[in-house]
Every structure is written in structure tokens, then in C-alpha cells.
């Protein structure tokens, strides 16, 4: 038994659905290079903040050697 319109036969033909299923938001190309484009800005801030380290580090260190220059002299 199929189901028909009122009155109507179904005629023997099947109905047909066309569709199209999408990729998941994660293969999508917007979202890979939103992804690539955070972890870019992260290794970035990763070097950044490794620089700034090490700069303050030299600035302590030279210090340091300028402190202990000045307190040789004095002796």
C-alpha cells in the first residue's frame, strides 16, 4: 500500500529526494584556516613572549655586570 495524493493514483513511480549532505564544520575551508590562522597568532605570541623574556633577562644580567664593575672599581 502507497500513499497518494486525494483522488489520485500514485501512478507506480516512485517519489524522489534529492540532497546534498555537507562536509562537518571541521574539513569546511573557512574553519581550517580560522584554525590555522589562531595557531599562527599563537606561535607567535609563544615567540614574542619567549623574546621578551630573554630580553629582560640580559637587561638583569647586564646590570648584574655593571654592579659588580662598579663596586670593583671602588675597591
Same mark, same amino acid.
Given at each position: 500500500?502507497?500513499?497518494?495524493?486525494?483522488?489520485?493514483?500514485?501512478?507506480?513511480?516512485?517519489?524522489? =529526494?534529492?540532497?546534498?549532505?555537507?562536509?562537518? *564544520?571541521?574539513?569546511?575551508?573557512?574553519?581550517?584556516?580560522?584554525?590555522?590562522?589562531?595557531?599562527?597568532?599563537?606561535?607567535?605570541?609563544? *615567540?614574542?613572549?619567549? *623574546?621578551?623574556?630573554? =630580553?629582560?633577562?640580559?637587561?638583569?644580567?647586564?646590570?648584574?655586570?655593571?654592579?659588580? *664593575?662598579?663596586?670593583?672599581?671602588?675597591?
Amino acid at each position: 500500500m502507497k500513499a497518494a495524493g486525494e483522488g489520485r493514483d500514485s501512478g507506480g513511480e516512485p517519489a524522489i =529526494l534529492e540532497f546534498t549532505v555537507t562536509a562537518p *564544520h571541521y574539513r569546511r575551508g573557512w574553519f581550517l584556516g580560522m584554525l590555522g590562522a589562531a595557531a599562527g597568532f599563537a606561535a607567535y605570541w609563544i *615567540h614574542c613572549s619567549r *623574546h621578551k623574556r630573554a =630580553l629582560a633577562l640580559e637587561r638583569m644580567r647586564m646590570q648584574i655586570a655593571t654592579d659588580l *664593575h662598579d663596586e670593583r672599581a671602588r675597591d
